[in-house]
């Protein structure tokens, strides 16, 4: 399981909402949140999972309704069941419109390094440039989307599983190379921006910015430790269904958020980020900064911006001035190296790790094509798993809940993934906004796990099934953290973006996708507890005990 949760939210989607929130702002609220919402939510799933195995259940609708049923009558009960499916099924649909196109980028870097395309190149400009090539773009996702049709169609993707016990120790020791190469890198380009300057970043909290931004950095610490642990998308669901009752649940979620958070926090944050910082003087240009900042004209005005220019949105404008004017600009930004990040992660959002570990395998020479391919590779391998897990999950929903057979089933999700994806290629800023959705809706189930697995389901039942044949007790005095404070902290984000999210940050065609994934996940999460159940809703009385 912790090979499926490591994956391309470690090393691509984390350092950005680190650039993106402030560095050290962000970490705060992602520590509190890994302690008080992911590691209570990942023993909810787990248990939730086992506990719908045990009915014959891998699918999240069902498991949530049998669960409510425990204090409400079935008619009642039925309404959780089908608002919780509705959500995990638009939810790892919409996730996956953009997230195999990150696999895909990593496939195409991987081609990209090995044939030294990005060498004596800009590379935020390449990255722009093969963004804007469709063609290009098309054929690696594509390729990505088949390939995993196949894996799972044809039942290869145990095979694949048994390479990623290759694959993922490999990516590991990658890794902690590229980390100490980063450390020794210094200042390669400039000797104001050094690597050094990248870890000071992440690592000194920064209390005003998140005073100014505390629902928004909330929000996005919050949905970064649900999807980088794999919760709210059915994928631990689903795989905690296959387990005994006397399986153990407790010790299982703690080594898989252990090693998820050692992937994302050591080796993640230590490699994107300072390589950023490092090669910052090559990546960013008046434009970068025009088109990061166009709809922020406060940080425009802070860097000497007049006024009328920052507020106009003219991108042409805005960057005209800024060149005129470069020089004093990059010394304000030297002063203020989280304003220069923040601009290369907001342009690039998740391609901030494209445009920034390029520059660490060509400061390489030759060896950096093998390196950077081979880095690039293992990326693709850890998306490739995690998102086979996320196609099972679709595909086992299918098949069980609507009968639909697992080969039907497979391209029918092909069909979806494919449709849903085109948007990311041909509407700018769409994979931006869907992943802000993503972190609000990961945030929203979370809330309802603790409301139907452990208040519905009854908090003294929720206790006794995590124990059950648990290899660790858990203490005490994390029940009222699970009952009261996780709740609590869910809402704050929630309650403080919500109207911003769904008023300014998400466009039409963003907004059509959700209600679109959420009227799907709703009729087909309908259907199947009334397929199942149709005799106790009728009757709305329990029948079915196991």
Do not use: C
Not at 13 to 22: H, I, K, L, S
Not at 458 to 467: A, C, S, V
Not at 508 to 531: C, D, L, T
């Amino acid at each position: 399981m912790a090979g499926n949760a490591v994956g391309l939210g470690n090393f691509v989607r984390f350092p950005t909402q680190v650039a993106q929130n402030g560095g050290g702002a962000f970490m705060v609220p992602y520590f509190i949140a890994l302690f008080f919402l992911g590691i209570p939510v990942m023993w909810i799933e787990w248990v939730a999972g086992r506990y719908g195995g045990k009915y014959g259940h891998g699918t999240l609708g069902p498991t949530y309704y049998l669960m409510a049923r425990e204090s409400l009558k079935p008619r009642s009960a039925l309404w959780w069941g089908v608002i919780s499916g509705m959500l995990a099924f638009s939810l790892t649909i919409l996730l996956n419109s953009y997230y195999l196109h990150l696999i895909g980028w990593s496939a195409a870097y991987s081609w990209f390094s090995i044939t030294g395309a990005y060498f004596g190149k800009n590379t935020g400009e390449f990255f722009g440039n093969y963004l804007a090539n469709h063609t290009q773009v098309m054929l690696f996702w594509g390729i990505t989307v088949i390939l995993l049709a196949i894996a799972v169609g044809q039942g290869v993707s145990k095979g694949i599983e048994r390479w990623v016990k290759v694959m993922m120790p490999l990516l590991y020791v990658f890794a902690i190379i590229m980390v100490g190469y980063v450390f020794v890198l210094g200042s390669p380009v400039d000797p104001n921006w050094s690597t050094i300057d990248g870890f000071k970043f992440i690592w000194s909290p920064n209390w005003t910015y998140l005073k100014e931004h505390f629902a928004a950095v909330m929000l996005a610490a919050t949905g970064q430790i649900f999807f980088t642990l794999s919760l709210g998308m059915g994928i631990i669901q689903n795989y905690a269904s296959y387990l005994g009752p006397k399986d153990d649940v407790a010790l299982s979620g703690i080594a898989t958020v252990s090693l998820n958070e050692f992937a994302e926090v050591v080796l993640g944050g230590s490699i994107a980020i300072p390589l950023a910082t490092a090669y910052f003087t090559k990546i960013v240009s008046p434009d970068l900064v025009a088109k990061a900042f166009k709809d922020a004209p406060s940080f425009l005005i802070q860097m000497g911006v007049p006024q009328d220019i920052a507020k106009s949105g003219n991108v042409d404008t805005i960057s005209s001035y800024l060149s005129q004017h470069w020089g004093e600009i990059m010394q304000y930004l030297t002063q203020h190296k989280d304003i220069g990040l923040k601009a290369i992660g907001n342009t690039f959002g998740l391609g901030f790790s494209y445009t920034s570990l390029p520059n660490a395998f060509v400061s390489m020479g030759d060896a950096g094509r093998l390196f950077g391919a081979l880095w690039f590779l293992l990326l693709w391998f850890a998306g490739f798993t995690s998102a086979i897990a996320m196609y099972n999950y679709v595909v086992a929903l299918l098949e069980e809940d609507l009968g639909i057979k697992r080969n039907v089933g497979t391209w029918v999700v092909l069909v979806i993934y494919f449709l849903a994806g085109l948007p990311v290629i041909y509407i700018s800023g769409y994979m931006d906004q869907v992943d802000a959705w993503v972190s609000f809706q990961l945030t929203l189930l979370a809330l309802f796990d603790i409301i139907v697995a452990v208040y519905l389901f009854k908090p003294d039942n929720f206790w006794k099934e995590l124990h059950e044949g648990a290899w660790m007790k858990v203490p005490e005095w994390y029940r009222p953290i699970i009952l009261y404070i996780a709740p609590l902290l869910l809402m704050i984000p929630l309650l403080g973006m919500v109207k911003s999210l769904i008023g300014t940050t998400l466009e039409w065609p963003a907004r059509i996708a959700i209600i679109v994934m959420w009227v799907i996940g709703f009729i087909e999460s309908y259907y199947s507890i009334k397929k199942k159940y149709g005799e106790e809703l009728e009757k709305n009385e329990v029948i079915i005990k196991v």
